[in-house]
């Protein structure tokens, strides 16, 4: 059964298709043209017009949603412009709304770090620590403006307790019932982040982000985040990152068989990027080997910044 390209088509167990991939994208205040991520080859903190051209380039090759980070020009402790209704993120979101309508998924990443002047995913205490509920207050206000600009779901990437309860009250409370929220359920403090931080200009300016996000050795707990996300009302629960997690990803939708998300996260992206660069993987393979195993794992959708890529690829059959 394995002696053809058909007989393999006919028993294959895993499908991977464009529309099973979201591209997160980054958009920038104050540039007038693209800039490149250094660390993330092909990828660009875009301006909102190249913001367009990229998202629909991106769908007319079957990828069908999109995950933006927006990069302000001021930042300040809190993260105002997080909630300003003309800021970046809630322009970019209006702006792929008038280019994709319905026709595509625009998801919202809802956190305060590319926000703040500190970096980190919430406000702080005298003491230099996130203070979960004066954080989860003003997370009430991002995804209310978020909304307002036409997302279709806000995704919660701080790992603050009660973050899903809180914004489904918000939303609800100004009639935004329709508006789905993909939570960042066990989101890892993981070494695998740092070029993402270049792209959207946000690592802590001290510390880290152990005290808030999840321990890699556990695994257990990462399930009891997920079904607290789940009872609180979110509609997708994710994994991030994503290869070094496949165990609790498969676990989760074994356990729960709750729609998943994954992410595959910038540095999974860099990595797969220089070794193609030098020649030593075969990079077209090795892309869809791994979206590949993402999707066996469990994940009903990845988040990866090769979609644009392996939806051109998976076209050619």
């Keep these: 059964m394995r002696r053809t390209a058909a007989l393999r088509s006919l028993?294959?167990?895993?499908?991977?298709?464009?529309?099973?991939?979201?591209?997160?994208?980054?958009?920038?205040?104050?540039i007038a043209e693209p800039v490149p991520v250094a660390s993330m080859p092909g990828q660009f903190q875009l301006t909102l017009e190249a913001l367009r051209k990229e998202a629909v380039e991106t769908a007319s090759k079957g990828v069908l949603g999109f995950m933006l980070f927006g990069i302000p020009a001021n930042k300040d402790a809190e993260g105002s412009?997080?909630?300003?209704?003309?800021?970046?993120?809630?322009?970019?979101?209006?702006?792929?709304?008038?280019?994709?309508?319905?026709?595509?998924?625009?998801?919202?990443?809802?956190?305060?770090d590319e926000y703040t002047d500190h970096g980190h995913c919430g406000v702080l205490t005298n003491d230099g620590e996130v203070d979960n509920d004066r954080t989860l207050e003003l997370y009430r206000k991002v995804a209310v403006v978020q909304a307002q600009a036409g997302a279709h779901m806000v995704a919660p990437s701080g790992m603050m307790d009660g973050q899903v309860r809180?914004?489904?009250?918000?939303?609800?409370?100004?009639?935004?019932?329709?508006?789905?929220?993909?939570?960042?359920?066990?989101?890892?403090?993981?070494?695998?982040?740092?070029?993402?931080?270049?792209?959207?200009?946000?690592?802590?300016?001290?510390?880290?982000?152990?005290g808030y996000q999840q321990?890699?050795?556990?695994?257990?707990e990462a399930l009891r985040e997920i079904r607290a996300d789940i009872a609180e009302g979110a509609d997708v629960v994710m994994v991030k990152p994503a290869l070094p997690y496949l165990d609790v990803l498969r676990r989760a939708k074994d356990e729960t068989g709750f729609p998943m998300a994954a992410y595959h996260v910038s540095g999974e992206y860099a990595m797969l990027k220089a070794a193609a660069q030098n020649g030593w993987i075969d990079e077209r393979r090795a892309v869809l080997e791994v979206l590949t195993s993402i999707r066996r794992a469990g994940a009903d959708v990845v988040l990866t910044y090769h979609a644009k890529d392996a939806a051109g690829w998976l076209a050619q059959g």
């Design 11 to 30: 028993i294959r167990e895993t499908d991977l298709a464009p529309h099973d991939l979201i591209a997160p994208l980054f958009v920038k205040e104050g």
């Design 81 to 112: 412009e997080a909630w300003n209704p003309d800021g970046i993120g809630q322009r970019a979101i209006a702006a792929l709304r008038e280019e994709l309508g319905d026709d595509a998924l625009v998801i919202s990443d809802l956190c305060l």
């Design 166 to 210: 809180a914004i489904r009250g918000a939303l609800d409370e100004v009639g935004s019932r329709d508006t789905g929220i993909m939570a960042y359920a066990a989101k890892y403090a993981s070494a695998f982040y740092g070029p993402f931080r270049e792209a959207a200009e946000g690592a802590p300016k001290f510390g880290d982000r152990t």
């Design 215 to 220: 321990d890699p050795a556990n695994a257990d």
